[in-house]
């Protein structure tokens, strides 16, 4: 196991640059998420961890040791990738065993780790059959028990359930976080998808355009996010945002009064006003909205309604726990706490309070 820094990190490909001055440190142990939209840097970021892009400027330090110049060989890493990248000529044991045999490990060293990982994994059915005699879930298992035989300081995970159906995503996010708290090893994360960031993490680092926009825990961006690209980005559905100005301690947004937490804002300041869709709720008074469609998921109940009238009307999304009686086209009143509401800037997006 090892920490992980890195120091002003840049990134070039000619004269468009890609990373721009990127700096945090991992603890020895932890499970980092980098999340983002596609284009963001992540990936490009993993790759110079594994020394598989060269850095244009700055440090990359694993276990106290500058690596910049190290092969991917020698940095005792593990990669798995979203492609999985087994040898389909190899059954699973010489798959995951391969790596030691490049390192001429001796054959007891070798089975011994193979029969470590394959327990771990539950890959012990699996271990004589090819990649092709595999499904999606269990090729990945074997990338991930390649990974685990190499007994690395660093674990690195690029996008590896993309290609996973959603049940399966799902088991997969158990098992890998359920592999973690059993190894220990650092590892970084890579992933677009939010909610893997949110279940798995220790802390997610959120990445936009190159740049770190926020580093938290799961809770801490869902709760307090630092900004309105990271309160849109964290979250699922999405937040409701609207577009308002502060008035008489209350925010004036689609011909409606918002509540407002006590001190927030400046009179006449324009704000971004923020609501988890969560936190909406209906009742007998408040915004009234125009419920547009209704999607019941069993213990939860989706409502897409329209507030304002005219050019000034804006779509928000409500979620409740159990069921409604609200029929598309009839009228709701939507109401909220005051301390749950997100309030950002409308030049700069920073949050305010």
């Known amino acids: 196991m090892a920490a992980v820094s890195f120091k002003n990190i840049q990134k070039a490909y000619g004269k468009v640059k890609v990373i721009h001055g990127l700096g945090f440190d991992i603890a020895d142990g932890e499970f980092v998420v980098l999340v983002g939209p596609s284009g963001c ?22 276990d106290g040791k500058v690596v910049n110049d190290l092969e991917s060989k020698d940095r005792d890493i593990a990669m798995v990738f979203q492609s999985y990248a087994l040898y389909p000529h190899m059954t699973v044991r010489e798959n995951m065993g391969f790596s030691l045999r490049l390192r001429k490990a001796d054959r007891s060293t070798l089975s011994e780790r ?32 390649r990974a685990i035989v190499r007994d690395p300081k ?16 799902v088991a997969m996010r158990a098992e890998i976080k359920s592999l973690h708290q059993r190894l220990k090893t650092t590892t970084v994360y890579v992933t677009h998808d939010q909610i893997e960031a949110m279940t ?7 990445m936009h355009d190159g740049i770190v926009e926020q580093i938290g825990t799961p809770l801490e961006l869902f709760d307090k996010p ?24 209350h925010v004036e947004a689609l011909g ?12 006449g300041q324009e704000v971004h006003y923020g609501i988890r869709p969560t936190d909406l709720t209906l009742s007998d008074q408040g915004v009234p909205a125009r419920v547009v469609v209704v999607e019941p998921t069993g213990a939860e109940t989706e409502l897409l309604v329209e507030v304002g009238s005219g050019d000034a009307t804006q779509s928000l999304v409500v979620v409740m726990h159990g069921r409604t009686a609200a029929q598309p086209e009839s009228t709701v009143f939507l109401s909220l706490d005051a301390d749950k509401v997100h309030v950002f800037d ?8």
């Open 226 to 249: 630092g900004n309105l690209f990271v309160a849109q980005f964290i979250g699922s559905p999405s937040m409701n945002v609207l577009r308002g100005s502060v008035r008489g301690g």
């Open 256 to 267: 409606a009064r918002w509540p407002l937490p006590v001190g927030v804002g400046r009179e």
């Open 154 to 169: 660093v674990f690195l995970f690029d996008e590896p359930l993309s290609n996973l159906d959603a049940k399966l995503r």
């Open 200 to 206: 798995m993490a220790d802390r997610i680092v959120v």
């Open 114 to 145: 193979v029969a470590k990982a394959s327990r771990i994994l539950n890959l012990d059915p699996l271990l004589d059959r090819f990649p092709r005699e595999l499904s999606g879930g269990q090729r990945q298992r074997v990338a991930m028990g």
């Open 41 to 62: 840097g992540k990936s490009t970021l993993l790759r110079m961890l594994a020394g598989l892009e060269e850095i244009t400027d700055g440090e990359i330090f694993i």
């Open 346 to 353: 409308a030049q700069g997006g920073a949050r305010l309070g």
